[in-house]
């Protein structure tokens, strides 16, 4: 079945560094990607999403690719702000399937 | 715009009671569906639907029933809680399963003791 695998946090980082969130998937045909964040007492917001190869999802300064040949789709940001601090999940929605399928969440603590 | 509204946003149960948590939508979106959020383990999806009349069981489905009477409305109930079913529930929506992100509420968080 399908999966998401993404790292282990806390990540904490200091305001201005940058930031690699990695994700890895396992799907049947050509799934969707998405990434999610979470802030502290909230629901899910979609952050940016990729629904085929080599496509580039981007928001708010995060960007992350579509990679087919290594099924990957890391989170990346140049520059990380307080405000940034919250918990980010990978997700995919294959084609066959009529659901998301989420990683285990990665907690991300900037600190000024 | 109100997007997904859910219904309470807090709710501490006893072992063997049944409640209903809530889930509106104000966006005509015909796919809804609920998760339960547990420590370390992403989010997983309990039941779905892809239209009123229409649902499904998802990853999760034990101890918990829904119905879709109209496009707006999703519930989930709770037949009989358990200490199990101590979670964060979502709701949900979407334009369509394929390609679209979903637009989630701001969760219920279910404690049963």
């Known amino acids: 079945g399908d999966s998401v695998t993404q790292m282990e946090g806390p990540v904490t980082l200091s305001e201005e560094a940058f930031l690699t969130i990695n994700c890895t998937y396992t799907a049947t045909g050509y799934p969707s990607l998405f990434w999610y964040v979470q802030y502290p007492g909230e629901g899910l917001q979609l952050l940016l999403k990729?629904?085929?190869?080599?496509d580039k999802g981007s928001n708010k300064g995060f960007e992350a690719t579509y990679r087919k040949e290594t099924t990957s789709f890391h989170l990346e940001k140049g520059s990380v702000q307080v405000s940034d601090s919250a918990v980010y999940f990978c997700a995919l929605n294959s084609n066959a399937g009529n659901m998301l399928t989420f990683g285990g969440g990665t907690r991300l603590m900037v600190k000024p | 715009n109100a997007g997904v509204t859910q219904t309470p946003k807090f709710q501490v149960l006893k072992t063997g009671q049944s409640m209903t948590l809530q889930c509106a939508q104000d966006m005509n979106h015909e796919y809804m569906s609920w998760y339960r959020q547990d420590p370390g383990m992403g989010l997983r999806l309990i039941h779905y639907?892809?239209?009123?009349?229409?649902?499904d069981q998802g990853e999760v489905p034990n101890g918990y029933n829904v119905s879709r009477s109209t496009t707006e409305d999703f519930p989930l109930r709770l037949l009989s809680a358990a200490p199990s079913q101590t979670s964060v529930y979502f709701c949900?929506?979407?334009?369509?399963?394929?390609?679209?992100?979903?637009?989630f509420g701001s969760g219920t968080r279910l404690t049963v003791v």
């Open positions: 949900a929506s979407s334009y369509s399963t394929q390609g679209y992100g979903y637009t």
């Open positions: 990729a629904t085929k190869a080599d």
């Open positions: 639907s892809v239209g009123a009349g229409i649902t």
